[in-house]
């Protein structure tokens, strides 16, 4: 009896160790997934092109809201607004780089901002579409320190979500009203940083990346054809190395 006892004991020693090494091993497979590098795709190769500020139009901004110094497309915050391509798209991968240049700064990019809503805006009015939210940290924080809470309807870390006309059904995790795209995970970086986006938009489904890392999006997008747009929504932003390929 004694010996089956140990052997017994052993079995359950050899088991137990084995369990561990397999969490040890899961646990340092987990810890190299984090360490591994983003993957950013740069708008370079076959099909991309670069738009630059004459790629653009203003759509019911102030004459002087727009201007570029460098290859910098650079709004002055002076208005609401938006300034929109020359060209409407509908599947087509886009890259940018944007940079806030005041706390708690307030912005995004529009896509498939249709035609007919754009030619109707009134001077101040903002665009319609799917917005990427382009937001400072510091938008959050005085949000929690004036409501006493955490906000709950948005992050700052790349929402997609449906305005006006618009509709969509977003990724999860999602906003309480069920139409905000929350980020899986936080990867912007706060004002005065450059930061770099990725969105690929075909077939009513967008998603994106930020800083190299998928994080939101949604599908059944309405419309799915329209105009990109750049938002004025008072505050200064920079943006850059935008590049646009149109998908079949």
Not at 66 to 77: A, E, M, P
Not at 82 to 98: A, C, D, I, K, S
Not at 157 to 183: E, I
Not at 215 to 244: R, Y
């Amino acid at each position: 009896m004694s010996q089956l006892y140990a052997s017994i004991s052993a079995m359950l020693v050899l088991t137990l160790s084995g369990m561990m090494s397999l969490t040890l091993v899961a646990q340092e497979s987990s810890s190299e997934s984090q360490k591994r590098p983003a993957a950013l795709i740069d708008g370079n190769g076959p099909g991309w092109q670069k738009l630059t500020f004459e790629d653009f139009v203003n759509v019911n901004c102030k004459p002087d809201t727009w201007s570029q110094k460098d290859g910098i497309i650079v709004c002055n915050g002076n208005c609401n607004g938006g300034l929109r391509t020359q060209e409407p798209y509908t599947n087509f991968e886009m890259v940018m780089q944007w940079k806030h240049l005041r706390r708690s700064g307030n912005s995004g990019v529009f896509i498939w901002s249709p035609k007919k809503v754009l030619d109707q805006l009134q001077p101040g009015a903002l665009p319609q579409g799917i917005e990427i939210q382009i937001l400072d940290h510091g938008y959050a924080e005085d949000w929690k320190k004036s409501k006493g809470q955490n906000p709950d309807w948005f992050t700052t870390h790349g929402d997609v979500f449906p305005v006006g006309a618009a509709d969509m059904q977003p990724f999860l995790p999602a906003a309480p009203n069920g139409k905000r795209s929350f980020p899986s995970t936080d990867h912007s970086k706060g004002v005065g940083e450059w930061n770099h986006y990725y969105v690929r938009a075909i077939n009513g489904e967008v998603r994106l990346w930020v800083n190299g890392i998928e994080v939101s999006g949604g599908t059944a997008c309405q419309p799915d054809t329209g105009f990109i747009v750049l938002e004025a929504e008072g505050a200064p932003i920079e943006f850059k190395d935008i590049c646009v390929r149109v998908l079949p």
